[in-house]
């Protein structure tokens, strides 16, 4: 078997937990991956330094071994806090709103991939497979090529594709989609940004695509572009669920929502999630079933993110006055219907919280995925499981049908999901829950990894 080199920019060494935090499903998918194969996981360490130095740092924990580089300062606020999350996150989240195009963040972001390249390239081996991640580093395979890498290497997207007529108001979006498609094996989460990345190809780069096959080929090479939609380590999820941490984390929220059924949201705090308009969810029930106020809390764990861009400063205190507005306007002496909490949670309390919580509400404007919705199914007890009311715009969607599929942007839509929810019948609830069970169970992060990499052991090697 080939040794796996995974590159992503977020890397889960244990000096920089809580940076990621316990909500961000990259670094904890890729974990796993890594277990199952030997091999090494590259990217940045979290620090920031004054000038790049490639110098790596070596870490070995849980059987898997990491290699991080420090990022310039500058770095920092042109690739990761510039081109790669104000340009290409809002963009491929479907925000042009928020997509900012600086020319320094484009130069920013092919320096720090160069850079990338370089100090990875004496880590790979003949046989090694690499297996790159993410918005933050398209070109990163291009730049290996272009040292003479010859290695299979396939790209992970856990984003969002946009539709091509979004895609194009990014100044050289052709260069960057070109740059792709130096990868032999390109994953997209669902079918949907899948066949919006196969309709730019073909518009706008005029590659010959072979919708049948996901063949995308240009300029003499061909790619293959195929859904991979990820998963949960289901078996070490639920075994958290088994600790005392867990079961006190869930003994904890029902002694103290006194008789209220709980209603759970977990998220980044990035606009994307589309917190804002969930609580104008929240607060059009409370108007519209005035009575039924009392039945409810609402709890909201957002810990903080990417703090150092306008955008997520503005969404976090859009968020805090709204809370305060319906909390102002709906709390008693003994009840406030929101609980808005800030920081983010181990897995064994997000376990124990999903279990408390008899509504799991997950509604991202747009998301790659969403693997909270599949923690949430996971979490719940089999006698007597709660009800997911999921966004149809997440990934998620497509294989969790079985939720309650609402528009995030309609408050109405939302209020009235969540009425369904609170008045549905046990046997519904099951009914539903074992059909989500069944596919979170089975499509888990070990068969994404294993799908992923059997698909990339089997294509030809694209340069010989
Ligand atoms: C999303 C992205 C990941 C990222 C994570 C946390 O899941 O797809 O690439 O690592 O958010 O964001 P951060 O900026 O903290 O790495």
Same mark, same amino acid.
């Given at each position: 078997m080939s040794r796996l080199v995974v590159i992503s920019n977020r890397v889960d060494v244990p000096k920089a937990?809580?940076?990621?935090?316990? @909500?961000? /499903?990259l670094s904890g998918a890729l974990n796993s991956a890594l277990k199952q194969n030997r091999g090494i996981w590259f990217g940045w360490s979290g620090e920031d330094v004054e000038?790049?130095? /490639?110098h790596l740092h070596f870490q070995r924990h849980d059987g898997v071994t990491t290699a991080t580089v420090d990022l310039a300062t500058q770095d920092v606020e042109e690739?990761?806090?510039?081109?790669?999350?104000?340009?290409?996150w809002p963009l491929f989240h479907y925000r042009i709103d928020l997509t900012e195009y600086e020319r320094e963040f484009g130069v920013g972001y092919e320096r720090v991939n160069e850079n990338f390249a370089s100090s990875v390239l004496p880590l790979i081996d003949q046989d090694d497979m690499v297996w790159v991640h993410d918005y933050?580093?398209?070109p990163l395979g291009e730049r290996l090529r272009s040292k003479g890498l010859k290695n299979r290497m396939g790209f992970f997207l856990h984003t969002p594709w946009p539709p091509t007529r979004l895609l194009?108001?990014?100044?050289?979006h052709e260069r960057l989609v070109d740059a792709m498609l130096h990868y032999d094996l390109i994953g997209f989460q669902c079918d949907e940004w899948l066949e919006s990345f196969l309709h730019y190809c073909r518009k706008e780069l005029g590659a010959d695509v072979n919708e049948q096959t996901g063949e995308v080929t240009l300029n003499g090479h061909t790619s293959i572009a195929r859904a991979y939609p990820i998963g949960i380590d289901y078996d070490h999820f639920m075994s958290k669920g088994e600790t005392g941490e867990a079961k006190q984390a869930q003994q904890r929220l029902l002694s103290s929502t006194r008789h209220r059924l709980a209603m759970i949201g977990v998220d980044r705090?990035?606009?994307?999630?589309g917190l804002p308009e969930r609580i104008d969810g929240i607060g059009r029930f409370f108007d519209t079933y005035?009575? %039924?106020?009392?039945?409810l809390i609402y709890i909201q764990i957002a810990p903080p993110s990417r703090e150092g861009i306008g955008s997520y400063q503005d969404i976090r205190s859009l968020l805090e006055q709204k809370t305060g507005q319906i909390n102002g306007a709906r709390s008693e002496v003994d009840i406030v219907p929101i609980r808005y909490v800030n920081k983010g949670q181990s897995q064994e309390e997000l376990f124990g919280f999903y279990r408390a919580s008899k509504i799991g509400l997950v509604t991202p404007? %747009?998301?790659?995925?969403?693997?909270v919705a599949k923690e949430y199914v996971a979490a719940q007890d089999p006698e007597d499981p709660g009800v997911l009311i999921l966004s %149809?715009?997440? /990934?998620a969607a497509q294989q969790l @049908?079985?939720?309650?599929?609402?528009?995030?942007?309609s408050p109405d839509d939302v209020a009235h999901n969540i009425r369904i929810a609170l008045d549905m019948p046990l046997a519904e609830r099951k009914e539903r829950w074992e059909r989500m069970h069944q596919s979170v169970k089975e499509e888990n992060v070990q068969r994404w990894t294993q799908n992923f990499t059997n698909d990339l052991a089997a294509v030809a090697p694209s340069v010989q």
């Open positions: 937990r809580g940076v990621a935090g316990a @909500q961000g /499903g000038e790049f130095t /490639g690739y990761y806090n510039g081109y790669a999350n104000s340009t290409l933050h580093l398209i194009v108001s990014l100044p050289f705090l990035d606009y994307s999630k005035p009575d %039924r106020v009392r039945e404007l %747009r998301d790659g995925m969403n693997l %149809r715009f997440a /990934g @049908q079985d939720a309650l599929l609402v528009n995030p942007h």
